[in-house]
């Protein structure tokens, strides 16, 4: 049987729910240039909110997820003023370590509260499935999918229509001429950490009825992250885009193709990464990540 | 503090103490703490010497994973000896660390963080990957018949301990912690100064790997079996930030102080608290934080007159995007 | 009549180099003024400070009656003070009609902007015509007039120009100035730092010169043109400059 059809399915599916998952630590880093170590938990707790949202009042994870993004927002929010804003002119290994603490925080906070036991919420649409031809499409991959697209749209419509968008976008690119603008810097951290976060419980949400939800999920997201965000460029949204699906394609092959593949596929990420930073280490779309 | 004789003079009458107690009041729980210790104190003092050049390690289980594997692996096919596999592992771990050095290039910060974190989990995947060598999720016991007793062991982690201290000292006194330091603060003007950042990086980061593997070389003489997730576990990335900061980072105590107070931490919540999954890491993020956003200094600070003795260097904003306008 | 905009007894700097060491100047409602001077005597930290960018460690800046300095950075534009920057600081991956809309954010610009935009494609049609190209790929006179573009788009009351002449060609030079010249004849007060003596004095009415962080010579632009005392402090520029940086 041909596998290419297939693949490409899979790997198109898979590289919108990873352009999800990146867009939010693309943005807030692009931003405040802080990268945020602690993203893979957002994407955790999305996960918990769901699932716990589904237990306790058999709230469907879709229907559930605008007010977990909401909160989401409000908690980055809450937690740039507290934590990040202090750090912000402070050396870079004092930022990386915060974040990583925030992170280590969140997740064993999370095994405490729901312990390590893998949870996972089943919705009617999760396992559900139907066939083009030879290709089988599975109905949670889809919606995941879809909604994926959708946040990631407006997000590109947000940064590029509105007056905070816009704002948004030229602090990164200016920080001293954002500040001439009379944009006003920290409230534009708060958000665009804010709305970082908000990206990653959604990316949480959905990943709650892809597989299983466990405290320490962040990790591997988070690590994943990273190879994309190198792969596509730091701090450009459109490579991030790029790199997730590129990483998607990588990972999808080498679970078709290499004997073991879906073991190895994990490794892809890592193996992108070096690869990336020794080859080219200015990612596909070139920003400076070395000197 | 760091460089001054009551700091020398204290460490080695307290490792003194330590080797009467142990030899003469051979109490095993008493042994696991002191080893406990020492293999963290070599840890912490190795992630504290990049960090001293500005480097930030997120994965320094990467190097301790790498050291236990070298250990047992080389002690069950030809069966070498501690000291051999010891050997053996510092020197898997500098080339190791000098590979990720010229890997990583002049790369900043902040990917050197990712690169490293990236690292020991593609090492655990690996490890994980190869069943033929490594046993994969089953695992690996070093053969019992080769194992020394515990005791001998603690002295060996013990000595090795001080003797990372003392290297930690020398690199103090040497022209590689100058070097060190410039990078640090900036490395575009180390580079003015005459100093070859690469070069130096190299050094640092080789010196660094292989005292880590080391570490992991002895604990895994002295834990007898593998696999990776015992030997690439977080929880050793964890602890070798976590001991330098609560210490005092940037200094020689600061990893010697914080390697203790985290063993007795930990101990602590474990006989108060009992062992509830995610608590002691909790708290070793709790630290992380509160250290980073109140102590930055870390208690060998505290005793030197607050945290706030030491100017902050400001971060330079990384150059992204060009500023000029230049085309592209 | 009082002064809008009133400096007195400025100091700032950086970390442990004071630059500016007790600047005193004042600029009056629809005035032209330039601050001249070498290098590095502390016109781009003045208009640092002024903005916002830069903290003063002392003094005051008296704006329309208001503690100009107790002002928060992002207000100072709303209350009516804009700059043009040195190196002109244009957002490159944005589009020239973008980096305009920017200029006017600030919720008092805001109303305004349609007819601000109006006004500045007016003054430049050259930015009418690159509207929807991204302003990095402009040539420097282009990007300049954009800078000058932003900062009226904020509705300003006054207008700080941070060296609008660097490195740009003489033809380009004379017909930025002839825009600022249309600029003051709406009865903008601006604040013109400038190394191109010649140009500066030949819009400003009065000027100032700077050395070492202070005011060393004021007078009109009739004056400032025949006084040796400037040529002097362009001559002596290293010196001062030396001594700002280890003061």
């Known amino acids: ?291 | ?328 | 009549m009082s002064a809008l905009l009133e400096v007195s007894n400025l100091h700032a700097g950086y970390g442990e180099s004071a630059v500016l060491q007790g600047l005193d100047f004042e600029l009056g409602q629809g005035e032209v003024v330039c601050l001249l001077g070498a290098n590095g005597v502390g016109k781009t930290t003045t208009m640092g400070v002024l903005s916002g960018l830069v903290p003063a460690s002392e003094g005051r800046v008296r704006y329309d009656g208001i503690d100009l300095l107790a002002l928060p950075t992002h207000e100072r534009v709303s209350s009516g003070l804009a700059l043009s920057p040195e190196g002109r600081k244009v957002f490159p991956n944005l589009t020239v009609e973008e980096n305009l809309y920017l200029g006017s954010f600030n919720r008092n610009a805001r109303a305004h902007r349609m007819r601000k935009l109006d006004e500045v494609y007016a003054l430049f049609p050259r930015l009418a015509e690159r509207r929807t190209q991204s302003s990095g790929l402009m040539s420097g006179g282009e990007q300049q007039m954009l800078a000058l573009g932003r900062a009226l788009m904020s509705n300003p009351r006054v207008l700080l120009l941070d060296e609008p002449s660097l490195g740009l060609a003489p033809l380009v030079v004379q017909s930025v100035f002839a825009a600022i010249r249309a600029i003051a004849a709406t009865n903008i007060s601006i604040l013109l730092v400038e190394q191109n003596t010649h140009a500066a004095l030949s819009v400003a009415s009065r000027g100032y010169v700077m050395a070492a962080g202070r005011i060393v010579l004021a007078g009109d632009a009739a004056t400032l043109r025949e006084a040796p005392e400037l040529r002097d402090a362009f001559i002596g520029k290293a010196q001062s400059k030396g001594k700002a940086l280890h003061a």
């Open chain 2, 1 to 328: 503090m760091l460089r001054s004789p009551y700091f020398m003079v204290g460490l080695g009458l307290l490792s003194a103490l330590a080797l009467v107690a142990s030899t003469f009041w051979n109490a095993p729980q008493l042994n696991d703490w002191l080893f406990r210790i020492s293999t963290l104190i070599i840890l912490a003092t190795s992630w504290n010497l990049m960090a001293n050049a500005g480097l930030v390690s997120l994965g320094h289980s990467a190097f301790w994973g790498v050291g236990s594997y070298t250990a047992v692996l080389a002690a069950n096919a030809f069966g070498g000896s501690v000291l051999l596999t010891f050997t053996l592992a510092l020197v898997v771990g500098g080339v190791m660390g000098a590979l990720l050095a010229l890997v990583t290039g002049s790369l900043k910060g902040i990917f050197f963080a990712i690169v490293t974190l990236a690292l020991s989990e593609g090492l655990r995947i690996c490890a994980l990957m190869v069943p033929e060598v490594t046993g994969g999720a089953v695992g690996l016991f070093l053969k019992q018949e080769l194992r020394p007793s515990q005791h001998t062991l603690y002295l060996f982690g013990a000595l090795a301990a001080v003797g990372s201290v003392v290297v930690a000292a020398v690199i103090a006194g040497s022209k590689l912690q100058f070097a060190s330091r410039a990078m640090r603060d900036n490395e575009a003007a180390a580079q003015m100064l005459g100093i070859a950042p690469r070069r130096q990086r190299l050094i640092v980061v080789a010196i660094s790997g292989a005292m880590a593997s080391a570490a992991g070389a002895i604990n895994a003489w002295y834990g007898g079996y593998l696999d990776p997730e015992v030997a690439f576990t977080l929880h050793n990335t964890i602890l070798s930030q976590i001991a330098p900061i609560l210490g005092g980072i940037h200094t020689i105590a600061g990893p010697v102080v914080g390697a203790v107070a985290i063993i007795a931490l930990s101990e602590g919540t474990r006989i108060w608290l009992g062992t509830m999954e995610g608590v002691s890491q909790l708290t070793f993020g709790l630290i992380l934080v509160v250290c980073i956003l109140f102590l930055p200094k870390g208690l060998v600070g505290l005793v030197q007159g607050g945290p706030n003795r030491r100017k902050p260097t400001p971060a330079p904003r990384l150059p992204l995007a060009s500023t000029q306008g230049a085309k592209p």
């Open chain 1, 1 to 291: 049987m041909d596998l290419i059809p297939q693949l490409i399915v899979d790997a198109l599916l898979l590289g919108g729910i990873y352009t999800l998952m990146v867009i939010g630590l693309a943005l807030s880093f692009g931003v405040t240039r802080v990268i945020n170590f602690a993203h893979g938990e957002a994407v955790m707790l999305g996960a918990y909110g769901a699932f716990t949202v589904f237990v306790a009042f058999g709230v469907d994870p879709l229907i559930a997820m605008p007010v977990l993004m909401v909160a989401g927002c409000v908690l980055g929010m809450v937690l740039f003023k507290v934590a990040i804003a202090p750090v912000l002119k402070a050396p870079h290994v004092n930022q990386i370590l915060l974040t990583f603490g925030i992170g280590l925080v969140l997740q064993n906070l999370a095994l405490v509260i729901w312990s390590p036991d893998g949870r996972s919420v089943v919705p009617s649409y999760a396992y559900s499935s139907f066939e083009f031809g030879d290709v089988v499409v599975s109905g949670g991959r889809l919606i995941g999918f879809g909604i994926a697209a959708v946040l990631v749209l407006a997000l590109f419509f947000w940064l590029k229509r509105t007056e905070f968008g816009r704002a948004t976008r030229a602090l990164a690119e200016q920080h001293d001429a954002a500040v001439l603008m009379g944009i006003n810097v920290n409230q534009m951290y708060a958000l665009a950490f804010g709305l970082s976060v908000a990206l990653g419980v959604a990316t949480g949400v959905i990943l709650s009825f892809l597989g299983a939800i466990t405290p320490f999920m962040g990790f591997h997201i988070l690590v994943k992250g990273f190879a994309i965000i190198v792969l596509g460029g730091l701090g450009s949204i459109v490579g991030a885009v790029l790199g997730a699906f590129l990483l998607a394609f990588a990972e999808t092959a080498v679970s078709y193709y290499v004997p073991n593949g879906t073991g190895w596929a994990e490794a892809v990420a890592f193996l992108t990464l070096f690869l990336v930073l020794v080859l080219r280490p200015r990612g596909i779309i070139g920003q400076a990540v070395a000197d």
